[in-house]
């Protein structure tokens, strides 16, 4: 600490930091616990709370749907875009981007 005088208080911060330090490294010493640095990665340092507190979770693969016609894929196609146009009425857009995702590769299947 910087000043030019050590007021009260801070002679009682600095007091309480001694008691402590005492009391740990007799812990430490009875224990047989020698203290070391903490050692984390640079990738940990840069991460923020917020990235820390962002979880996903892998699901399970579904099957994939079998068609045994065009017409099944593009009765399919036709449920799935209702159900986007719902979920971006509902302003799920998250569930509308993995229906539109879904209607893609049924698309794609139609093509081939």
Request: aromatic share 6%.
């Amino acid at each position: 600490m910087y000043a030019d005088r050590t007021t009260d208080s801070m002679r009682d911060t600095i007091s309480e930091t001694e008691r402590r330090r005492t009391l740990q490294a007799a812990y430490n010493a009875e224990h047989g616990i020698t203290p070391e640095s903490i050692r984390s990665s640079i990738r940990e340092l840069l991460q923020t709370v917020y990235e820390r507190d962002y979880v996903t979770v892998d699901l399970p693969e579904s099957a994939e749907e079998t068609f045994e016609s065009a017409a099944q894929v593009q009765a399919r196609v036709v449920d799935l875009e209702k159900q986007m146009k719902e979920a971006a009425r509902r302003l799920d857009f998250e569930q509308a981007a993995d229906l539109r995702d879904k209607i893609r590769s049924l698309k794609k299947l139609q093509t081939v």
